[in-house]
């Protein structure tokens, strides 16, 4: 056995059940051990689209991610997947080959690439350390939330591997909760009268313990957009806030005294540049991460400790704090934005964002997990489109690239077998990821793919339109995206209004036997809501 296929199968001993990747040369035999070992290898078309299938995985299944490339142009074709993942704080081992001469075509500094998106830089070192090399990675993946890079040279890989066997991870046991940070905290949820919990990525955990503390101290309740879900169900929940947040929502956040970060940065799309923070409110925030505490802004108290373990020593006394019979009905009937009413502006070829964004939730089976790619039209799947739990939206938008949606909601779908896969892409990350379709077939995935097709880079045409500015650079013909995704093997739907959707029931109806591409063509007339904000944070 050689040390690649000794990497290969130690890792997949370590809980490794998945591993996407591009295979070449350098990758070949570690990619073959995984699979030996146990591991369901996933070939996807471009080591971009294998970098989000690993990362979506990894935060739908909450397992490691693993990401198999070849060394070189193999790693530097994966960089933006990565530094989506190591931006997420996502747990994933990218098992990275690499060519050490620097007189090799593949030489390139893989310790700097990785460290400049912030992921970490690991390497196989000799056939003597190889297994603990491997165990040190997915430690630092799995119990440090991070996303590691664990270089194998070619010519160690090569080696014959050293007797041994791996050594098993022990369990990941948070410290305990700052004793100090935790009365504080009761002591100002004992003063609150109008409390608001803002859950984030760090809190997918803990839910049911947040539910419960709110209950006690009437704190309403509501997520960032990578936790949406989290409090699907519950009569109290608000949904995403934000720049994604529906009218009712931003004032009652706005409106609290108390805001408290539950695993979330309170950054300025969460908190909308602190818009959503009254100038009387007091803001903590609760995170596992010291570093995490007052990085977006000033808070007012910080406490270091679990999410859930925080939430659980917390003794505060009983009181109504926001919740009222009368507050109830106003979130039962308008804190979504599909509740919202406007003005229908679908025209005679093209629909309205809106309308289409809530036939697809009428239509769509609840048990659904949605993948959103980012642009103009990102906040209408998201704001619109209900989803069962934080299992059921994978939202992989913390570097803000498109082109990875499509790849997103083919690894949340391998995490989810069972729900209904639905891919929300613009028609320019659909483009950049068009390849990834044909995974979607050779997987024989049901996945519906909803392409929110304007004909450009919406975001740039409605940000740099009103100045005046020529907008060639950003509009594009209009392309026939059904007849694209039949030629991968799609069923291919053209909607141009609501009556079209009706191509999407029969689908429903029918064996699901193919996936399905619905090419909407929307209007094109007004910017999305969000649009600015978004502009702002660059």
Not at 107 to 125: C, F
Not at 202 to 217: D, F, I, S
Not at 303 to 319: H, M, T, W
Request: glycine share 12%; net charge negative.
């Amino acid at each position: 056995m050689t040390v690649a296929e000794s990497v290969g199968r130690a890792l997949a001993g370590l809980g490794a059940d998945h591993v996407f990747g591009v295979v070449g040369s350098g990758n070949f035999h570690v990619t073959n051990a995984l699979v030996a070992g146990g591991a369901r290898y996933v070939a996807a078309r471009h080591e971009g689209g294998a970098a989000t299938m690993a990362d979506a995985y990894a935060r739908t299944s909450g397992k490691l991610g693993v990401l198999s490339v070849h060394q070189g142009c193999g790693l530097t074709n994966a960089m933006t997947g990565i530094a989506e993942a190591a931006k997420s704080r996502t747990p994933m081992v990218v098992l990275a080959a690499e060519a050490t001469s620097r007189s090799s075509n593949f030489h390139v500094d893989q310790d700097a690439l990785a460290v400049s998106v912030g992921a970490v830089s690991e390497r196989v070192t000799s056939a003597a350390s190889a297994l603990d090399d491997v165990v040190r990675a997915v430690r630092r993946a799995m119990h440090e939330r991070r996303t590691v890079v664990l270089n194998l040279p070619l010519d160690v890989q090569a080696q014959p591997a050293s007797p041994g066997a791996v050594t098993p991870l022990p369990s990941f046991k948070p410290p305990a909760p700052d004793s100090a940070g935790v009365a504080a905290l009761a002591e100002a949820l004992g003063r609150a009268r109008r409390p608001v919990f803002v859950a984030g990525r760090g809190a997918r955990h803990a839910g049911p313990a947040l539910e419960r503390l709110a209950e006690r101290c009437g704190a309403l309740l509501a997520t960032s957009a990578v936790a949406n879900g989290l409090f699907a169900g519950n009569p109290w929940s608000l949904g995403i806030s934000g720049g994604f947040a529906s009218p009712l929502t931003a004032e009652l956040i706005t409106g609290a005294d108390l805001v408290i970060g539950w695993g979330c940065a309170l950054n300025m799309w969460t908190m909308r540049h602190g818009a959503l923070i009254g100038p009387a409110a007091t803001v903590v925030q609760v995170d596992l991460d010291a570093e995490a505490l007052g990085a977006h802004r000033k808070i007012d108290l910080g406490v270091v400790g679990d999410v859930g373990a925080v939430a659980a020593a917390l003794d505060v006394d009983e009181s109504p704090g926001y919740r009222s019979p009368e507050l109830a009905a106003r979130i039962a009937e308008s804190s979504r934005w599909r509740d919202v009413s406007f003005v229908e502006e679908s025209e005679k070829d093209r629909i309205d964002p809106r309308t289409l964004s809530v036939r697809l939730d009428d239509l769509l089976p609840a048990e659904r997990v949605i993948g959103v790619d980012s642009g103009n039209f990102m906040g209408y799947p998201s704001a619109y489109l209900s989803v069962p739990d934080e299992y059921g939206f994978c939202f992989t938008q913390a570097f803000q690239s498109i082109g990875l949606g499509l790849a997103t909601t083919i690894g949340a779908a391998l995490a989810r077998p069972d729900r209904l896969p639905v891919a929300a892409l613009g028609d320019g990350g659909g483009l950049m990821s068009v390849a990834e379709l044909e995974t979607v077939t050779r997987l024989g995935l049901p996945m519906v793919v909803v392409v929110y097709n304007d004909s450009g880079y919406g975001a740039e045409f409605h940000h740099f339109g009103p100045g005046g500015h020529p907008l060639d650079t950003v509009r594009f013909p209009d392309t026939d995206l059904a007849a694209i995704g039949r030629g991968f093997g799609f069923t291919g739907l053209t909607v141009r209004g609501p009556a079209d959707l009706g191509g999407l029931t029969t689908w429903l109806d029918g064996p699901r036997d193919t996936p399905l591409l619905i090419d909407a063509k929307v209007t094109t007339r007004h910017p999305s809501w969000w649009l600015e904000d978004a502009f702002r944070g660059h």
